[in-house]
C-alpha cells in the first residue's frame, strides 16, 4: 500500500489536471471542498458552529470536535455531489493537519486517512497557514509568488515572505497575543457576541478615535507585533469607568482601538514591502475581512507603487477551498505526502 500511494503521489506532479478533495476542521468549521488545479473550486461546503459557540462567548474544544463528527460525513457527500463528479475522479485527499484545537484536528485528519485507503488515492497534509495564503490564489487567478503576506488570524499574526508556491520565510511575527484573539477580547469587554472580529468592525464606524490606545513602542524599529498591552489598556479602561459608575462610548473604544491596531498593522507590511523591495503584499486569515485593514493597507501599498491583494469575505475564514488550492501546490512541488500514520498538531511552524 505504501508503495502503491508513493508512485501515485509521483504520478499526480506530471499530471495535467488535478481534482483534489479538501477537508478543514481546525477549528469551528467543518468544510469540505473540491478544488480544480488550485484555482477552481468546484464545490466548497462548511458547517458552521458559530451560532453553537456563541453562547459561551467563544469556542468550547470538546463540543467542536463533537459536531465536527456529527457533520463530516455528510459534506463529503455534499461535496462530490456539488462538484458533480465520483469519488474515483478524485486524485488525492487533502486534509489541514495542524495548527488547531487538536480534537478538531484529528476528526478531520482521520477522516481523510480513511477516504485515502479505502479510495487508494494519495494523502495531503496541509499547514494550515499556507492554506489561508492560498485562498488568494483563487481569488485572484493571475496572482502568482513572489509577495510578502500579512498573516492576521485568530491565533497568528506574522508578516511572511512568499518567494515560491511552497518556500515562506518569516520576516516578523507577534511576540504575545495574535490580532484576531485582541479583538475578540475588546469585543468580550464591550458585551459584543462571538466572533468579536466583524462586531468591532461594525460598532467602529459609529465611534469616533478619540481614546489613546497605543501599541509597544519597545518593537517600533522591528517587524514584530505585540498586541498583549493594547488589549489589557482596553479592559482597564472600560473596568475603570464601569467600576467608577462613569459613562463612557462602546463605539469611540471600538474605533479608537481598532484605529491604533490596523495602524501598526499597515505601518509594519509598508516597511516590510520597502525594505523587502515586494511591490506585492496579500492578506490572509480572518481579520482580512476588517474593512479599516483594508483600506489602509490598499492605500499604503498604492503609496509606494505596490498593490495589496485580500480573499474574497467567503475564503477569509477557515474554508477546505483553501487547503485544496494549496496541496495542488505541494503536488506539483512534490511535498506534503503523508503515511496513514499522520496526526494532528495543534502547533506548526508558519
Not at 155 to 164: E, M, N, P, Q, R
Amino acid at each position: 500500500m505504501k508503495k502503491f500511494m508513493a508512485s501515485e503521489f509521483n504520478n499526480l506532479k506530471n499530471k495535467q489536471d488535478l481534482l483534489i478533495l479538501a477537508i478543514e476542521s481546525s477549528c469551528d468549521e467543518t468544510a469540505v471542498s473540491v478544488v480544480k488545479n488550485g484555482r477552481e473550486v468546484l464545490s466548497n461546503v462548511i458547517a458552521s458552529q458559530i451560532d453553537i459557540h456563541r453562547r459561551f462567548g467563544g469556542v468550547v474544544p470538546e463540543i467542536a470536535s463533537r459536531n465536527h463528527l456529527l457533520a463530516i460525513s455528510n459534506l463529503y457527500e455534499e461535496a462530490l455531489r456539488q462538484a458533480n463528479i465520483s469519488a474515483e475522479q478524485l486524485d488525492a485527499i487533502a486534509v489541514t493537519y495542524g495548527a488547531g484545537l487538536m480534537g478538531a484536528l484529528l476528526v478531520g485528519v482521520n477522516f481523510a486517512k480513511g477516504l485515502s485507503y479505502a479510495l487508494k488515492k494519495p494523502l495531503i497534509a496541509v499547514n494550515h497557514v499556507h492554506g489561508h495564503i492560498a485562498s488568494n490564489y483563487i481569488s485572484h487567478p493571475d496572482l502568482q509568488p513572489p509577495f510578502l503576506c500579512l498573516m492576521v488570524s485568530g491565533g497568528h499574526t506574522a508578516i511572511l515572505k512568499v518567494s515560491d508556491y511552497t518556500k515562506f520565510k518569516m520576516l516578523g511575527s507577534t511576540v504575545d497575543d495574535a490580532v484576531g484573539e485582541a479583538f475578540d477580547k475588546v469585543a468580550r469587554v464591550l458585551s459584543l457576541p462571538y466572533p468579536g472580529g466583524p462586531e468591532i468592525d461594525k460598532l467602529a464606524k459609529k465611534g469616533e478615535n478619540n481614546i489613546k490606545f497605543t501599541v509597544s513602542n519597545s518593537l517600533k524599529s522591528t517587524l514584530k507585533f505585540s498586541f498583549s498591552g493594547i488589549k489589557t489598556a482596553v479592559i482597564n479602561y472600560v473596568h475603570n469607568k464601569t467600576q467608577k459608575g462613569e459613562s463612557f462610548s462602546p463605539a469611540d473604544v471600538a474605533r479608537s482601538f481598532q484605529e491604533s491596531v490596523t495602524d501598526e498593522l499597515v505601518g509594519k507590511v509598508a516597511r516590510a514591502m520597502e525594505l523587502s523591495k515586494m511591490s506585492k503584499v496579500v492578506v490572509a486569515g480572518g481579520v482580512g475581512a476588517n474593512s479599516m485593514l483594508q483600506e489602509k493597507l490598499k492605500a499604503a501599498a498604492e503609496k509606494i507603487g505596490g498593490k495589496a491583494y485580500f480573499p474574497e469575505l467567503k475564503y477569509c475564514t477557515d474554508n477546505a477551498a483553501m487547503i485544496g488550492s494549496m496541496a495542488y501546490y505541494y503536488i506539483r512541488k512534490g511535498v506534503g505526502r503523508a503515511e496513514l500514520g499522520l496526526t494532528a498538531r495543534p502547533t506548526i511552524d508558519l
